[in-house]
């Protein structure tokens, strides 16, 4: 139990150092609606592994309902979670999230069934999440995929595929983008950073651009 209330004391410290928002622990513990899910979370995953899954689901639902956030407590969550706002977060059972993990409002890392060669079900189906991770609000993360160390998910994507290790990722569905190497870590709000470049846009820039030097030869050759 003492390491349990350490890692509470640990998410209550991550609202702290990330949310500006928010000054002492007093007031994460009064106001913070995401942490009020993840305690509740650390009680029912305890319960859940001690063998008392009913009351475990029992109480993540009296949970879901008074934070708006749905851990299953069968999810295996690691150190310093922070979720900010927290309304409409869900979190699958078979997720696993790393430590320093900051999810934003209407967050799904949801399932999907996944069949092996013999055409059974696996028992992974929802998203495995590295350390130092940052998820946009509303972003979907979906099915048994790997989310790498220091990656950022943009708001609103739709991630369907692995992301490796330090990538950023914006879209639907997600598409990594090209970013300028940073000399320090800089904790995006929001999952993307302002000097990023999303390769699609660059790609329909270029296109436009020689839209516009076709229309301008053509002029050219009808003015002569």
């Not at 410290?13 to 949310?19: F, N």
């Not at 990023?196 to 270029?206: G, M, N, T, V």
């Not at 296109?207 to 002569?224: A, G, P, T, V, W």
Request: aromatic share 6%.
């Amino acid at each position: 139990m003492k390491s349990k209330f350490k890692m509470i004391l640990n998410d209550i410290d991550a609202v702290i150092a990330r949310d500006p928002a928010t000054k002492t622990r007093t007031e994460a513990l009064l106001c913070s609606a995401g942490l009020h899910a993840i305690i509740a979370y650390r009680l029912t995953h305890y319960l859940w592994k001690k063998g008392w899954r009913l009351l475990a689901r029992v109480l993540s639902q009296i949970a879901r309902f008074l934070t708006g956030v749905e851990i299953h407590p069968g999810a295996r969550i690691g150190n310093s979670f922070f979720i900010d706002h927290g309304m409409g977060v869900v979190i699958g059972e078979t997720s696993e999230i790393g430590n320093n993990v900051t999810l934003y409002h209407g967050v799904t890392l949801g399932g999907a069934t996944v069949f092996n060669k013999n055409g059974k079900n696996t028992s992974k189906r929802h998203p495995t999440l590295g350390n130092d991770v940052i998820v946009g609000a509303g972003a979907q993360i979906l099915g048994p995929i790997k989310i790498g160390n220091n990656c950022k998910v943009g708001a609103n994507a739709v991630v369907l595929k692995d992301v490796d290790d330090n990538q950023t990722v914006v879209g639907v569905p997600a598409h990594k983008v090209a970013q300028k190497p940073q000399k320090s870590f800089q904790f995006m709000a929001y999952g993307v950073c302002a000097n990023d470049k999303d390769p699609i846009e660059c790609q329909l820039e270029q296109i436009n651009f020689e839209i516009q030097r076709i229309k301008k030869e053509l002029q050219n050759r009808s003015d002569n």
